[in-house]
């Protein structure tokens, strides 16, 4: 069977720094920061204090009835409103059995099992939910999603912690091109800003205790000590190209590539070496084709821990060559949106797509102070026009998990 070409055909996103495409895209380019100090509870008992939390979100102009809302965890509503941005004008011209779903999320319903839990705890087995574990259970944000736009094929909801939205239109890119789905809503989402999940990540080292949010979320900055939680989904519509021209739909990008490896090393932290986050940027890189007159950009995972910025810089250079990758410009969005979880890849995979439609990279904000061991252009502060050619968007999870995935302007 003759592989067939993938692209994007439609997008959504909710996130700390817009609930649109177009908010989204003023915001990264314009280095707006969407982390502040935490509104959603309490913090006086915690060591954290800051969180990117999604602002001014209405359901309602995505098309979300309240029942909806009312009845599904947050991070279930957060996929629908994104999946419903990325269907809007793509709803018709579908064999209902060839469109799939394949979105992930790191943890799932946390504020429904918090809830229940409390209930069980105080009240009595009795009053918990019977609707609590379809509530809960992770893969209820893809099930929502095919109900709701009659999606009878492939559904993969893929948990890979940190990777899994990278890993989910990884894989559904596979499934297109090897004619397993026509079409496929993809991505991740997650809700997990909450005392427990906030008190977790804290005592295990992972989160930054700034309570300054201009110097919180720092990606290869010297002074970076933690990343900042986030929330938020980022959902894309992807198609066989021929079954998209059909349509007459619009053309965003082409995914062209895609990596995925285990790094087999450690549960939190990235192998020292990025050895095999490097074996994951080849697979993608080489299966798009990339070569020296390419100009690349890379979303980088940079998350502003100690350990992931100063091994993913080395992965990148074990991957391309130092020549290569102090040619190529590198930015993590993170810095602004704060790190999505299992929504993150999603979210930057959209971000490498507008770089490439708008020939601009966007900044690594608040990089004031370059570490040494981070050596390559991470576009501090300010946004680079550029002539892209091809964007590669790179995750790295809890777990050791890496996922890339390469993008190309549609010609």
């Not at 469109?99 to 209930?119: A, W």
């Not at 070496?273 to 490097?278: F, H, L, P, S």
């Not at 080489?286 to 020296?292: H, S």
């Amino acid at each position: 069977m003759n592989k067939r070409r993938v692209v994007i055909t439609g997008m959504g996103v909710v996130s700390p720094v817009g609930n649109d495409i177009e908010t989204f895209l003023d915001s990264i380019m314009n280095g707006k920061c969407g982390i502040n100090m935490i509104t959603k509870f309490n913090t006086d008992d915690l060591p954290v204090k800051v969180a990117a939390e999604v602002k001014d979100f209405d359901p309602n102009k995505d098309g979300l009835e309240t029942a909806f809302v009312r009845r599904n965890d947050l991070f279930a509503v957060y996929a629908m409103a994104a999946a419903c941005q990325a269907m809007k004008g793509n709803e018709e011209g579908w064999d209902s059995d060839r469109l799939g779903v394949y979105i992930g999320s790191g943890i799932g319903g946390f504020d429904t099992m918090m809830r229940e839990m409390h209930k069980l705890e105080f009240e009595g087995p009795r009053w918990v939910s019977p609707l609590m574990i379809p509530t809960m259970i992770a893969n209820m944000a893809a099930g929502n999603v095919a109900i709701r736009f009659n999606a009878h094929g492939v559904c993969l909801p893929v948990v890979t912690a940190c990777a899994t939205s990278t890993h989910a239109i990884g894989e559904a890119y596979r499934a297109i091109k090897d004619g397993y789905a026509d079409g496929i809503i993809a991505g991740g989402t997650e809700a997990p800003i909450n005392r427990l999940s906030i008190a977790g990540f804290a005592n295990c080292k992972a989160l930054t205790k700034s309570e300054d949010p201009s110097a919180a979320s720092l990606p290869f900055d010297a002074r970076r000590a933690g990343f900042v939680i986030a929330e938020g989904a980022g959902i894309v519509l992807m198609e066989e190209y021929e079954h998209a021209k059909r349509r007459g739909a619009t053309i965003y990008a082409e995914v062209c590539g895609y990596g995925n490896t285990c790094d087999g090393h450690h549960v939190t932290a990235p192998h020292p070496e990025g050895t095999y986050a490097a074996k994951a940027i080849k697979m993608a890189l080489e299966e798009a084709g990339y070569n020296g007159k390419d100009l690349l950009y890379i979303n980088a995972h940079g998350t502003g821990t100690a350990l992931n910025d100063s091994s993913e810089t080395q992965a990148i250079k074990k991957a391309m060559g130092e020549d290569e990758a102090h040619r190529a410009l590198i930015s993590s969005t993170k810095s602004m949106t704060g790190h999505l979880l299992g929504a993150a890849g999603a979210i930057e995979i959209i971000a490498s797509v507008l770089a490439l439609q708008k020939g601009m990279v966007p900044p690594t904000i608040n990089l004031n102070e370059a570490d040494p061991v981070c050596d390559l252009n991470y576009t501090p502060n300010k946004a680079v026009k550029a002539d892209l050619t091809i964007a590669i968007s790179q995750s790295l999870g809890f777990g050791g998990h890496n996922g890339v995935v390469a993008l190309r302007p549609i010609k």
